[in-house]
């Protein structure tokens, strides 16, 4: 049944619904994380082409379905045919199995997978997320999409767009999994290597598409026209993603094993890592905190900048601890690292506030959020050690409040902060 019927009443009257979904899908999460290659999706969905599959649909209304709800009209239609949406989940579930369970293993396979753990990811479902995501990092490995398929080429010839998606989607799992290591305190699955696809994206057209932030509120809003600079969003990102896979391996082994030795060559060497990458952060996707525009980029480059200073403060957090501060100035040393885990924690508050000013809370993916909780440890560190810091209360009191508010739309930050330590941290940190 559902195989034949999977968007089961997809009629005129209901398609501006599933229109209203994609937009949403386009907007606020293609641009950073590139699940999808948009153009051979929209093509191969109106002839059912290889790189399209109901499943892959109904992973991504079901993804979009708690930014959608906002909307009053789409929110009625959702709540009177789609149990609010909750059917799209199930029949993307109920699918995919079933083409797991046949032995197909296709990247729409994997794409729907990606969506499904990003999905569980913001429902605070931990298990599911890491289940999901493993799969697909298996699939894509059986698919030979971790090996660059231009230098590489295997019996199947590949088309210039067969390697771009590949490619594409390779980097696009290698960033997720370092974002589900930080939501869930993991070690990475995904290496890359000298054969890997390359960090080289050929249709760079959505560099200049124009960025509208889709499905806000306000009648009133005008937000100006603004290059979408995806293209560069997510190949930086991505760049971003190989030097915090070596902070993760080399600072937060899960079972504790990195040495001081190991930890303070990694500093070392991934401190003037990130320097370089945001010296060389163009202009266009850079925030500066000391002078913040009237409105927030786009969301995605909101995001890379918050996630920037998430890894700044992931690298210099263990520094503060006894274990990490062997030098001749143990006491000059910590206030320097104090001092960029501060600068980092302020800078992403500073920036989140921008966001919500101008797009709401509601919009906030679950990166952004994560990265007030990172911060949040900070501000708890400075609160732990002097009481009457009443400046560094007021940021963790933001935090709190910041943390409660996106909860309707990010569970699993909120379920994180209250329940457990945070994964990432040389000590426990609770802040709600």
């Known amino acids: 049944m559902f195989r034949s019927q999977p968007l089961a009443s997809l009629s005129l009257s209901l398609s501006l619904s599933f229109c209203y979904l994609l937009k949403i899908h386009w907007c606020w999460i293609q641009p950073l994380f ?25 992973a991504v209304l079901s993804h979009s379905v708690r930014w959608a709800k906002s909307d009053p009209a ?22 995919v199995f079933d083409e797991l369970s046949r032995g197909v ?28 995501s493993g799969i697909a990092f298996r699939l894509i490995d059986h698919l030979g999409i971790c090996v660059d398929g231009a230098r ?24 997720w999994d370092k974002i589900i290591c930080l939501y869930l305190g993991r070690s990475p699955a995904l290496q890359h290597s000298p054969v890997s696809p390359p960090q080289i994206i050929l249709d760079d057209s959505s560099e200049t598409d124009l960025w509208v932030p889709f499905g806000l509120e306000s009648s009133d809003f005008a937000y100006p026209p603004t290059a979408a600079h995806s293209t560069s969003c997510f190949t930086r990102v ?26 303070l060559d990694c500093f070392a060497r991934q401190e003037g890592a990130l320097n370089q990458w945001w010296d060389e952060l163009p ?18 480059v909101v995001t890379l900048n918050c996630l920037y200073h998430t890894f700044r403060i992931l690298l210099y957090r263990p520094m503060l601890s006894k274990r990490v501060a062997g030098s001749a ?104």
């Open 329 to 432: 100035r143990p006491a000059a040393l910590h206030a320097s690292y104090l001092l960029q885990c501060v600068s980092s924690a302020t800078s992403v508050i500073a920036i989140f506030d921008l966001f919500c000013r101008s797009f709401g809370y509601r919009h906030c993916v679950l990166s952004l959020s994560y990265s007030v909780y990172i911060a949040a440890s900070i501000f708890l560190l400075q609160v732990q050690a002097h009481l009457e810091d009443s400046l560094a209360l007021q940021r963790l009191a933001f935090c709190i409040y910041a943390l409660d508010r996106v909860q309707s739309v990010n569970r699993g930050v909120f379920l994180r902060c209250v329940a457990i330590p945070c994964p990432i941290s040389p000590v426990p940190v609770s802040v709600c």
């Open 34 to 58: 590139n699940f999808i290659y948009r153009p051979a999706f929209t093509r191969d969905m109106q002839v059912l082409g290889p790189y399209y599959s109901h499943t892959l649909m109904n």
């Open 152 to 175: 590489y080429a295997a019996s199947v010839r590949l088309s210039d767009e067969d390697i771009e998606i590949r490619n594409r989607l390779f980097w696009s799992c290698y960033f």
């Open 74 to 95: 789409t929110r009625r239609i959702l709540d009177a045919r789609y149990e609010g949406g909750a059917l799209f989940g199930r029949h993307a579930r109920v699918l």
């Open 238 to 263: 991505c760049r971003l993603a190989v030097i915090f896979n070596q902070i993760l391996i080399h600072m937060y082994d899960p079972l504790g094993l990195n040495t001081e030795g190991e930890m």
């Open 283 to 300: 202009a266009f996707l850079r925030i500066d905190t000391a002078a913040l525009p009237a409105l927030a980029p786009p969301s995605h």
């Open 105 to 132: 293993a296709t990247i729409p396979t994997v794409q729907t997978l990606l969506l499904l753990s990003a999905q569980e990811c913001s429902l605070g479902n931990s298990a599911q997320a890491y289940v999901y």
